[in-house]
C-alpha cells in the first residue's frame, strides 16, 4: 500500500530529461517508502493504489522532480552581509585569500558550521532544492566539522553529498610562502572518518572527497586523493580553473586541467567547479577525462572571475551542472534564471541556453554529475521520491507549453508549496515539517555575530 499519493497535478516527470520527458495534466504520483512507485492518470494510480496512507490534492500545482545543486559551502551563509572593508578586494586573487579563507573560513567553528547548515539547508529545501553537494571548509575546527554538517542535514532532512576541503594552505600564511602537507594529511583525515559512517553508496547522505585546487596542494596531495577515491568509490569534488591560467602555468609551467590529469586525479567520478579560464586543450582535457563541471555563475560574477564557456561545453556534450557556493540567496530560482540570462548576454545570442537545457542543468545533468542518475533527477517509477509541488503564481496559464518558460521568466522560490525528500514531506505550506524556523534563524545570526566578532567587528 503508497504511502503517499499526489494526485491531479500537472506532472513534469523530465525523464529522460526536460525536453522530452511525459507531461501528464491531471496526473498522480504514489510512494511507498522512500520510492516512487507508480506515476500516471490520477484516475488509474487511484484504482491501482486504494487507501494510501496520505493524499495530497495537487490540483492547479506543478508536480516535478526536486533540483539538484552540486557545488556550495553552505557554513558560508555566516559571512553573509558581514561589514568587511570591501576596498581591500580588488582581485579574484583578493577574495579568495580574505572574503573566503582570512575573514571566513579561518574563524569558522563545529558550531557555526551546524547552526550555518540547518539554516540553509531548510532555505534550499523551501525553494526546491532537495539534494546538495557541500564542501566544507574550516581548518580551525578540525577534527569534526563533517559531523558538525551531517548532524545539521540530517535534522533538515535534505538529501545531501559532503566532503572535507583537503588542502595544504596553513591559515594565516600565504599559499605563495608555504604549503604544509600536514594540513592535507588533517583533511584526509576528516574525509575518511566521514566516509567510514557515510559511505560513498550511501542513505540520504554519502560522501564524496574533497579537494581545494590544484594550486594548494601537491602533486603527492593529488595523487593521494585518487588513490582514496578510488579505494572507497566515493569521487571527488574540486575547485578548477577559478582563478586566472596564468597563475598555474606560472607554477606548474601548465594549466590546472593538465596538473590535474598528470596526477591521475580526473575522471567522469570528478565533481569540478568553476572551469572558467580555459583555453581550448583544457577543455579537451576536461572533455576526454569525462569531467563534470559546476557552473557557479552568480559567484564568478562576484569575483569578476569571468564567464565560463558553458554553452560550448554543452555543445561539446559535456556535463553541466548549477553550482552557487551559498554565496547570496539559497532561492533556485535566481541561480536558474541568471544562468539562462547571463550566456545571452556575454555572447550577443539569445539562443544560447534554451529553458530545458537551464532546467536540465539542476535536474538530469546534477544528477549524472553526482553518480546518483539512477535515484534522482527526475520522476520515474523505482527512483527515489524527492519531489516538489509548485503553485505557480503566473500572470499567465500554466500548460505543458508553458511550462519550461515558466521557469525562467516566472518562477520563485517561493511558488514551492510541499517538498518531499526520500519520501518524507520535509516541507508542507512552505514551512520545515522538521525544525522550527525562527528558532533557526535566530541561533544562525548569533552564530554569525559570533563569527564577525571574532573578526573584530563589533556586532
Ligand atoms: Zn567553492
Not at 532532512?157 to 605563495?176: C, D, K, M, N, W
Not at 575547485?239 to 591521475?264: D, M, N, Q, T
Not at 511558488?415 to 533557526?440: A, C, F, N, P, Y
Amino acid at each position: 500500500m503508497a504511502d503517499v499519493i499526489i494526485k491531479n497535478g500537472l506532472i513534469m516527470t523530465c525523464e529522460p530529461d526536460v525536453l522530452t520527458g511525459a507531461v501528464y495534466p491531471g496526473g498522480a504520483l504514489a510512494v511507498t517508502g522512500n520510492t516512487i512507485t507508480d506515476i500516471g492518470p490520477t484516475e488509474e494510480v487511484l484504482k491501482r493504489n486504494p487507501g494510501a496512507g496520505k493524499v495530497i490534492d495537487a490540483d492547479g500545482r506543478v508536480v516535478m522532480p526536486g533540483f539538484i545543486i552540486t557545488h556550495t559551502h553552505m557554513p558560508y551563509v555566516l559571512g553573509h552581509n558581514q561589514p568587511v572593508d570591501v576596498s581591500q578586494l580588488r582581485s579574484f586573487w583578493d577574495m579568495l585569500q580574505k572574503m573566503g579563507w582570512e575573514w571566513l573560513e579561518d574563524l569558522m567553528t563545529g558550531e557555526g558550521i551546524y547552526a550555518a547548515t540547518r539554516y540553509a539547508a531548510v532555505k534550499m529545501m523551501k525553494s526546491g532544492t532537495t539534494t546538495v553537494c557541500d564542501l566544507v571548509e574550516a581548518p580551525a575546527a578540525l577534527p569534526g566539522p563533517l559531523t558538525y554538517s551531517a548532524k545539521a542535514l540530517e535534522e533538515a532532512g535534505i538529501r545531501a553529498q559532503v566532503g572535507y576541503e583537503v588542502t595544504e594552505r596553513i591559515p594565516g600564511v600565504s599559499i605563495l610562502e608555504k604549503l604544509d602537507p600536514a594540513m592535507a594529511a588533517k583533511g584526509f583525515e576528516e574525509n575518511l572518518a566521514f566516509l567510514e559512517k557515510y559511505s560513498a553508496a550511501g542513505g540520504r547522505i554519502s560522501g564524496r572527497l574533497g579537494v581545494h585546487t590544484a594550486y594548494t596542494n601537491s602533486f603527492e596531495t593529488l595523487k593521494e586523493a585518487r588513490r582514496l577515491a578510488d579505494a572507497h568509490g566515493c569521487g571527488i569534488q574540486i575547485h578548477i580553473a577559478e582563478i586566472p591560467r596564468a597563475f598555474l602555468v606560472e607554477k606548474y609551467g601548465k594549466s590546472a586541467p593538465a596538473v590535474l590529469e598528470e596526477c591521475g586525479l580526473l575522471g567522469p567520478d570528478v565533481v569540478a567547479a568553476h572551469c572558467i579560464d580555459l583555453d581550448d586543450e583544457d577543455m579537451n582535457i576536461l572533455q576526454r577525462n569525462k569531467v563534470n563541471v559546476v557552473h557557479t555563475p552568480m559567484t564568478n560574477s562576484l569575483g569578476g572571475n569571468g564567464v565560463a564557456r558553458i554553452p560550448e561545453m554543452l555543445d561539446r556534450g559535456m556535463n553541466v551542472s548549477l553550482g552557487h557556493d551559498c554565496f547570496f540567496t539559497l532561492d533556485t530560482a535566481e541561480y536558474i534564471r541568471y544562468n539562462y540570462l547571463v550566456h545571452k548576454i556575454h555572447n550577443a545570442n539569445p539562443a544560447l541556453i534554451p529553458p530545458f537545457q537551464a532546467l536540465d542543468m539542476v535536474l538530469g545533468n546534477a544528477a549524472r554529475a553526482l553518480g546518483r542518475e539512477q535515484e534522482i533527477g527526475s520522476l520515474k517509477k523505482g527512483k527515489k521520491a524527492d519531489i516538489l509541488i509548485i503553485n505557480p503564481d503566473s500572470p499567465s496559464p500554466t500548460t505543458p507549453a508553458s511550462l519550461m518558460s515558466y521557469f525562467t521568466m516566472t518562477f520563485q522560490g517561493s511558488h514551492v508549496e510541499t517538498v518531499l525528500v526520500d519520501g518524507r514531506v520535509v516541507i508542507q505550506g512552505r514551512t520545515s515539517t522538521l525544525l522550527d524556523e525562527d528558532e533557526l534563524r535566530r541561533e544562525c545570526v548569533r552564530q554569525a555575530a559570533d563569527l564577525w566578532r571574532r573578526n573584530g567587528i563589533e556586532v
